[in-house]
């Protein structure tokens, strides 16, 4: 359907058809609707509104778009574009022009400041191809009790595909990095849900020294086809292992910092957790958050879907994925009587650094009836995922707790 909104924000006619058809009547009073608002009682699939996109994954926010994937579509050992899930703060553009689409890099800690073109990019610099995970910073938040106040992601948040581009140190040292640098920070094209353009969504960033990791990437491809519009087209950024939101999206300028970036969602209490442990429900002060940079291990069962029933037989081949921020994972295991024991998996190692790792095994029930199969990675520093919830946290972020699902056996 394209884009549903016209240009001052409302429902195009065209999209208002659709979603009457099905809702199944006519909206009375449509036109009466407030911008970049949809019916609540609809029922409508992300590929009505988001073309290209898988109609299992589940919306969690429209504005902004905010769609996560179910654990059992993410089998694939390298993501699609259409179950890769959406985490936007702002308005992705609305016009978008390649041919003159530019990208500045600028900054106190720049040599020089300078533009370029996506056909410069292509044509100035070597392109590389990583296989990079990519996980919101609050996944898993719809573990977490007290409730943490944002989108209530369950697993879904996290994907690992084949993203092409030049590396962000190719373009940073060709328009030159001072001794002084510290970090860089992004901007996008996206623009304020408010639609006030003197504000800004969303404008965060990394350390010089993950900037110049060789994974770090100006991307303009994702599995060797155009980025789709709500994953960043027509450029971004692609920062493996570390909180998705340092991917910047719609990718218009990046400033190389002589000091920590302190855009849009760097400050206060945005992609921060309390340096201590705190009790559930507890206030932090705001300056006892520190920056959230390498993400924990984790893993999930990607096959078979929660809920399988098993009949004429006691076993049953579970795979799924794990992942460890900067570092790999060592181990996987899996239990199906609640952590009492756990059977070791096999093991892949990762296409290249940052990526996900594949782990499967064959489980052998030793009778009819109910289970459940938990996931419980551990990284190369000996770190293993806790098996219930981890320490609370007020914006409800890292909950790496294993991943389970149901099964039954019947006779």
Request: hydrophobic share 35%.
């Amino acid at each position: 359907m394209g884009d549903i909104w016209n240009r001052r924000g409302f429902l195009k006619k065209s999209a208002l058809t659709t979603i009457t058809s099905l809702i199944g009547a006519e909206i009375v009073f449509a036109r009466h609707l407030p911008k970049k608002v949809l019916p609540v009682m609809m029922e409508v699939s992300p590929d009505d509104l988001l073309p290209g996109k898988h109609p299992d994954l589940v919306i969690l926010n429209n504005k902004p778009w905010n769609v996560e994937t179910p654990a059992h579509l993410l089998n694939d050992s390298v993501t699609p574009a259409d179950k890769m899930f959406i985490r936007n703060n702002g308005n992705p553009p609305e016009e978008i022009n390649m041919s003159n689409w530019t990208l500045k890099i600028d900054g106190e800690s720049a040599l020089q400041t300078k533009e370029y073109t996506i056909a410069d990019l292509k044509s100035r610099f070597k392109h590389y191809s990583y296989q990079l995970t990519l996980e919101c910073g609050g996944n898993g938040r719809a573990g977490f009790y007290p409730p943490a106040s944002g989108n209530q992601w369950t697993e879904g948040a996290v994907s690992c595909g084949k993203w092409t581009g030049v590396r962000l140190k190719d373009v940073l040292n060709d328009a030159g990095v001072k001794q002084d640098a510290v970090y860089i920070g992004y901007k996008g094209a996206d623009t304020h849900l408010s639609g006030d353009i003197s504000k800004v969504p969303i404008s965060r960033g990394v350390p010089i020294s993950k900037a110049l990791e060789d994974e770090s990437l100006i991307a303009w491809s994702l599995n060797d086809e155009d980025i789709p519009l709500m994953n960043g087209f027509p450029l971004r950024l692609v920062i493996g292992g570390w909180p998705a939101s340092t991917s910047g999206k719609w990718l218009r300028s990046i400033s190389i910092r002589n000091v920590v970036h302190d855009g849009e969602k760097m400050t206060g209490t945005s992609y921060r957790v309390p340096k201590y442990p705190v009790q559930p429900g507890q206030k932090v002060p705001e300056e006892d958050f520190m920056i959230i940079e390498s993400m924990p291990v984790k893993s999930i069962v990607t096959y078979p879907k929660s809920g399988a029933i098993l009949k004429g037989t006691n076993k049953l081949k579970v795979n799924g994925h794990a992942w460890a921020g900067d570092l790999e994972v060592s181990k996987v295991q899996v239990s199906i009587d609640f952590g009492a024991t756990w059977l070791e998996c096999e093991l892949k190692s990762p296409v290249n650094r940052l990526a996900w790792q594949h782990w499967s095994c064959t489980i052998d029930f030793p009778q009819s009836g109910y289970y459940e199969v938990w996931a419980k990675a551990t990284d190369s520093n000996g770190v293993s995922q806790p098996m219930v919830i981890p320490g609370w946290n007020p914006k409800g972020y890292l909950n790496n707790s294993c991943h389970r699902i149901a099964v039954k056996v019947e006779s």
